[in-house]
């Protein structure tokens, strides 16, 4: 018998500094017009100082502030990010000693941008095995400082922020239908790279190059395709609870407007703000459900499905039913 569980918080943290396409033209071959026309991304927000870390941890702040509820009633921490200060600890790691909650599981998921995604069902199902009654989830990404600066078919598509739910039991259930999948990345498509050490008794060869790579044409077609099932796959599971609002990673406003001419959903029903804070990989979706839910776009009662795509190849979705 599964618990029930409903999301009682939201938060989020964006960085002041704001990168529009203008400012780009200014350093590299590239123009406002190309980017808007292939995807809809008109600024990005970038850090200044803050960390990967920092902006987990106030996202979770605000969250939990939103809820309500006191940090040390924190029994879960499920972190998601591509792009972490340290590689080890988990960002969930330093929510947990920045928040002071004493006794719990802290843990990151490495799922690339489909992460919140992965993060969510990862929290609901511990939450059931481990027997606990609140969660945070939380996504942070600082892509500013993981993009190739002279790569002009990237780095113009990425932003930072973070954002973070708070999960807590309930008496109905309002977070189901979690589908995980992930298809293999035989050609290295998309991967963020990683700074090594050489050592005497390998062939291996030192590098610095912590970039995010992508063969932007074939993540792309992936992605389209990802999106399509995964919400023919969602509204089959929700039957005769239909859908009402749509709320996608992110990544490229030309995604989002197909998925909404291949679907039976009207594109009011898709939430967009790719435009203002480009391609946040796993911090979009929950950046979305914040500024959505202080917006009034998410009504009380809406059946939400959240969907991500990304490295791996993983993708996937579930259904949250707005409560707040
Ligand atoms: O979070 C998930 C990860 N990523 C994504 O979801 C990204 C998915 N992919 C995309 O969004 C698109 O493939 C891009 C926006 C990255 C690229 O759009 P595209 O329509 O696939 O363009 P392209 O790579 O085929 O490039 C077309 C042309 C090329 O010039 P030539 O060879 O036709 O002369 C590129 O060199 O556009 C050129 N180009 C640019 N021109 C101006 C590539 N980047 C730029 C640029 N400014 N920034």
Not at 170 to 179: F, K, Q
Request: glycine fraction near 6%; aromatic fraction near 6%.
């Amino acid at each position: 018998m599964s618990i029930n569980t409903k999301i009682t918080g939201v938060g989020s943290y964006l960085p002041e500094t704001i990168v529009t396409n203008a400012m780009i033209e200014d350093i590299l071959d590239t123009s406002d017009e190309w980017i808007i026309k292939r995807t809809g991304i008109r600024q990005r927000r970038v850090v200044k100082d803050e960390t990967t870390t920092y902006m987990a941890v106030e996202a979770a702040k605000r969250a939990v502030e939103n809820a309500g509820i006191k940090s040390e009633n924190i029994e879960l921490i499920i972190g998601s990010t591509i792009s972490g200060d340290v590689s080890s600890p988990a960002i969930a790691s330093y929510v947990q000693r920045t928040l002071g909650c004493e006794n719990v599981a802290a843990m990151d998921v490495a799922a690339g941008c489909t992460g919140f995604i992965y993060a969510m069902a990862t929290a609901i199902s511990l939450m059931e095995t481990l027997n606990k009654n609140t969660a945070v989830v939380v996504a942070s990404e600082n892509l500013s400082c993981r993009s190739d600066w002279s790569d002009r078919s990237s780095c113009i598509l990425f932003g930072d922020g973070a954002g973070a739910v708070v999960i807590e039991r309930s008496e109905s259930n309002s977070i189901y239908h979690p589908v995980l999948h992930a298809i293999p990345d035989t050609d290295d498509v998309l991967y963020v790279a990683s700074s090594k050490y050489a050592h005497p008794w390998s062939k291996d060869i030192a590098t610095d190059d912590c970039a995010i790579r992508m063969d932007g044409k074939k993540v792309f077609a992936f992605a389209v395709d990802a999106v399509e099932k995964t919400l023919n796959e969602l509204t089959e599971l929700c039957g005769d609870k239909p859908i009402t609002k749509i709320i996608l990673h992110q990544a490229n406003n030309r995604i989002i407007r197909y998925a909404a001419t291949s679907s039976s959903y009207d594109k009011d029903q898709f939430f967009v703000n790719v435009d203002r804070l480009a391609n946040t990989s796993s911090a979009s979706i929950p950046l979305a459900i914040d500024e959505a839910a202080r917006e009034g776009w998410l009504k009380k009662g809406d059946v939400v499905a959240l969907v991500g795509f990304g490295a791996g190849l993983s993708y996937g979705g579930i259904i949250i039913e707005w409560a707040i």
